[in-house]
């Protein structure tokens, strides 16, 4: 058993950092981990282990299980033979987490990114109307755009149309 020196322990931590945020989501597979604010803290020992923090999109989120699973082969694969990944609720991820870079690749690839994320104080109003978003087609930029669907290929998303330039678009709702 080799005893890990502190730098080596923050090398590690560093290393096991650069693995797990390099994992691309697979639902949005322009964006790493990292870009979508998934990924939280990272600790390694410095002897093969590490210990990776990450916070779905939402409780229910149908990609949680790959994402553990291509953060464990990314970390093993950079030489990490014990790795644990946790999944941390608190506190609860939002769209105001997602990079300006993640924001610039969303929009890149065709998908509205979100707008800033509700706030509520107290008890959450309850709406059954579709919401009113002020965004921009992802194609022309205008802002004349026709809610479709609430749902879009993945349920963080919504379907809208543009009017001035009529092309369909994906976009990113805001929790």
Not at 17 to 22: C, I, P, T, Y
Not at 89 to 100: A, F, H, Q, V
Not at 103 to 111: D, P
Request: aromatic share 4%.
């Amino acid at each position: 058993m080799v005893n890990a020196s502190p730098q080596s322990a923050e090398d590690s931590r560093r290393r096991a950092r650069e693995a797990a945020a390099a994992v691309t989501d697979p639902e949005l597979p322009m964006l790493t981990l990292a870009d979508l604010g998934v990924l939280g803290e990272v600790r390694a020992d410095g002897e093969g282990g590490a210990v990776v923090e990450i916070t779905p999109t939402y409780s229910g989120c149908p990609a949680l299980a790959a994402i553990r699973a291509d953060v464990d082969r990314a970390l093993r694969a950079d030489g990490f033979s014990r790795v644990e990944v946790r999944t941390v609720l608190y506190p609860p991820w939002s769209t105001d987490r997602i990079t300006e870079r993640g924001r610039r690749l969303l929009a890149q690839h065709g998908i509205s990114p979100p707008g800033p994320a509700p706030r509520h104080e107290g008890p959450v109003p309850l709406s059954l109307t579709p919401r009113r978003r002020a965004l921009h087609c992802p194609r022309c930029g205008s802002d004349a755009a026709e809610l479709t669907s609430e749902f879009g290929s993945t349920a963080c998303k919504a379907l809208y149309r543009c009017a001035a330039c009529a092309e369909p678009f994906e976009h990113m709702k805001e929790i």
